[in-house]
């Protein structure tokens, strides 16, 4: 990928998804986990269009419980990214984490933090907008 000045990566976690599939696994619930799946697979996926509408994001990954974007700083709003999350937690009744950052090694540290922190949270580095 193209190196961008005054870019941004957005890197997000959907939280406690281990622990759902363990507890519907574990009381045998496997219609349960099938829903729980789908569910999150499409809002996922929705949560990927939005972020790429919102921000103009270069998406690298959207799979699973993960999401990874290239955003143009000029382009990122904290503000807006906290009300794609409260959607993505309305559809898919999980809620998701974000590290932003100026490079891809800080945002993972600063996703590290925001599901250290609890979850539902989004932390960047500096002076994020």
Same mark, same amino acid.
């Given at each position: 990928m +193209? =190196?961008?000045? $005054? #870019?941004?990566?957005?890197?997000?976690?959907v @939280?406690r998804? *281990?622990?759902?599939?363990e507890r519907h696994l574990l &009381?045998g *619930?496997l219609d /349960?986990?099938?829903q729980f799946s789908? %569910?999150? =697979? +499409?809002a996922?996926?929705?949560? #990927?269009?939005?972020?790429?509408? /919102?921000?103009?994001?270069d998406?690298?990954?959207?799979?699973g @419980? @993960?999401v990874?974007?290239?955003?143009?700083q000029?382009r990122?709003?904290k /503000? @807006?990214?906290? %009300?794609? #999350?409260?959607?993505?937690t $309305?559809? $898919?009744g999980?809620t998701?984490?974000?590290?932003? #950052?100026?490079d891809?090694?800080? &945002?993972?540290?600063n996703?590290r933090?925001?599901?250290?922190s609890?979850g539902?949270?989004i932390?960047?580095?500096?002076?994020?907008?």
């Open positions: +193209a =190196t961008m000045t $005054s #870019a941004l990566y957005i890197l997000g976690d @939280d998804v *281990r622990e759902s599939i &009381a *619930r /349960a986990l099938k789908d %569910t999150l =697979t +499409a996922v996926g929705i949560l #990927a269009q939005r972020i790429h509408q /919102a921000f103009s994001a998406i690298i990954m959207a799979g @419980d @993960d990874l974007f290239y955003v143009p000029n990122f709003s /503000a @807006d990214l906290e %009300t794609i #999350a409260q959607q993505f $309305s559809e $898919s999980c998701i984490s974000f590290g932003v #950052a100026a891809i090694i800080t &945002a993972y540290v996703l933090r925001a599901k250290s609890g539902n949270a932390i960047g580095s500096g002076a994020i907008p």
